[in-house]
């Protein structure tokens, strides 16, 4: 018994009725990657709610941007590396706003043993001194790593700042895991090299 279900057009074929203004063929490419795209945004936002943001904006943006899709890779690589970017970028804001309240409110602790050991470890190296010189050291770390190679800067970025495993890097990125160690030893060795060239043990 044959079925009358039609059958659902390639990515390709979605994204060319898409472009024309089908915006069922466009829901055809929403339905079958928005489980994929959640899973990552959750697994780098740790935040169900921001998930959902993240995949939403990405499917915006896939939209608005079809007619410059070139197909060059797939429609999920794409997709992928969009949400990705978005996950990253909300992260990073959520770290930085983050990191200004938590170095104000040590500021302010009289108790160190009211801070947990890392503000006990903060008065063993000189308290607001010792904040400081570490405050300075990360910005050159960071400074460090924007002058990594796009590639490079990615991968280290995934692992050192937003804690994602060698597999986790390997399947945003499309490479494999021994690539990803590859960039990564070689990431670490230029930031190392950059910061003695600048005298920071």
């Given at each position: 018994?044959?079925?009358?279900?039609?059958?659902?057009?390639?990515?390709?074929?979605?994204?060319?009725?898409?472009?024309?203004?089908?915006h069922a063929a466009f829901k055809?490419?929403?339905?079958?990657?928005?489980?994929?795209?959640?899973?990552?945004?959750?697994?780098?936002?740790?935040?169900?709610?921001?998930?959902?943001?993240?995949?939403?904006?990405?499917?915006?943006?896939?939209?608005?941007?079809?007619?410059?899709?070139?197909?060059?890779?797939?429609?999920?690589?794409?997709?992928?590396?969009?949400?990705?970017?978005?996950?990253?970028?909300?992260?990073?804001?959520d770290r930085s706003d983050r990191?200004?309240?938590?170095?104000?409110?040590?500021?302010?602790?009289?108790?160190?043993?009211?801070?947990?050991?890392?503000?006990?470890?903060?008065?063993?190296?000189?308290?607001?001194?010792?904040?400081?010189?570490?405050?300075?050291?990360?910005?050159?770390?960071?400074?460090?790593?924007?002058?990594?190679?796009?590639?490079q800067r990615e991968t280290l970025?995934?692992?050192?700042?937003?804690?994602?495993?060698?597999?986790?890097?390997?399947?945003?990125?499309?490479?494999?895991?021994?690539?990803?160690?590859?960039?990564?030893?070689?990431?670490?060795?230029?930031?190392?090299?950059?910061?003695?060239?600048?005298?920071?043990?």
């Open positions: 018994m044959t079925s009358n279900k039609p059958e659902e057009p390639s990515d390709h074929e979605a994204i060319e009725r898409a472009r024309g203004g089908d055809v490419l929403v339905v079958r990657y928005q489980g994929r795209a959640m899973r990552l945004a959750q697994r780098v936002l740790k935040d169900d709610e921001k998930a959902r943001d993240a995949v939403q904006e990405a499917f915006l943006k896939v939209y608005r941007s079809l007619d410059r899709f070139e197909g060059r890779s797939s429609f999920y690589t794409w997709l992928y590396r969009l949400v990705l970017n978005l996950c990253l970028d909300m992260r990073r804001r990191e200004v309240e938590w170095t104000e409110e040590r500021a302010h602790l009289a108790d160190p043993a009211d801070a947990g050991p890392g503000a006990s470890l903060e008065a063993a190296d000189g308290g607001p001194a010792g904040a400081l010189e570490r405050a300075e050291i990360r910005e050159r770390v960071a400074a460090a790593i924007e002058q990594l190679p796009d590639i970025i995934l692992r050192e700042v937003d804690g994602l495993s060698y597999q986790e890097i390997a399947d945003a990125l499309e490479i494999s895991k021994g690539t990803v160690m590859s960039r990564l030893h070689y990431a670490r060795k230029k930031v190392a090299t950059i910061l003695e060239l600048e005298g920071v043990a």
